[in-house]
């Protein structure tokens, strides 16, 4: 099993909700990722787990609160997000190759609408 | 972290071989070197990574010079289902976790 999951695949909220994201994998690694990707644009890294812990926040606004709650599973909690926030929420999940090259897995993201 | 410049855009033709550069000059010791790939709605998927010299799997090849500052992705015959945005990252490894910035990635047009 190479795959990361993610649901839901699309998610309307309004800016007084509560929301949650979940990424889900069982390739046994022990690091994974939240990145957000507007149209057109690269994908930017928000948050890096290593082995459970949070190791790189990159000034993510508090509105976005990520959880590990175990070594397969990642979470991201929205709470009173802005229109701005819509985008393509993408998890990922990494490994060391037997050629010692890391590789990141990526799933295929939840579309997020903010109204 | 060092910053890549890559171009836009590029063309190609079915059955050709693409050659996109990436310019990395602010590279760190301890920095590698990595492709992906991205279609439309979807994750982005690892194409190739390495350190210095050359790398190839079986869909691609990375040549790195010995100063680093550059490196190109050569992908041999490519095939319309190749049309994508191909990214150029660099970055240190972190215990078993990686730090990557995307840059601007290029977009890669394939046509009969």
């Known amino acids: 099993d190479t795959e990361v999951t993610q649901t839901p695949k699309h998610l309307v909220m309004g800016m007084t909700n509560k929301k949650s994201l979940k990424c889900e994998q069982h390739m046994g690694h022990r690091a994974m990722y939240w990145y957000k990707q507007k149209a057109k644009k690269p994908p930017e890294l928000m948050f890096v787990?290593?082995?459970?812990?949070?190791?790189i926040n990159e000034s993510v606004p508090s509105r976005f609160s990520p959880e590990c709650p175990n070594s397969s599973l990642l979470n991201l909690h929205l709470h009173a997000l802005q229109p701005e926030d819509s985008a393509l929420y993408l998890c990922?999940?990494?490994?060391?190759?037997?050629?010692?090259?890391?590789?990141?897995?990526f799933g295929p993201g939840t579309r997020l609408t903010v109204t | 972290l060092a910053k890549t410049t890559q171009p836009i855009s590029m063309d190609s033709y079915e059955g050709q071989e693409v050659n996109i550069t990436c310019s990395h000059n602010n590279i760190a010791t301890n920095d590698y070197i990595t492709w992906y790939q991205q279609f439309p709605s979807q994750g982005p998927r690892f194409i190739i990574q390495?350190?210095?010299t050359k790398v190839t799997n079986e869909v691609a090849s990375l040549f790195i010079p010995a100063d680093r500052k550059s490196s190109t992705l050569s992908l041999p015959r490519v095939s319309l289902s190749d049309t994508a945005v191909y990214y150029c990252?660099?970055?240190?490894?972190?215990?078993?976790?990686?730090?990557?910035?995307f840059g601007s990635g290029t977009r890669l047009l394939v046509r009969p």
């Open positions: 990922a999940s990494s490994q060391v190759k037997a050629s010692g090259a890391y590789e990141q897995y």
């Open positions: 990252l660099v970055g240190p490894r972190m215990d078993s976790s990686y730090k990557l910035i």
């Open positions: 390495g350190y210095k």
């Open positions: 787990y290593s082995y459970e812990k949070l190791s």
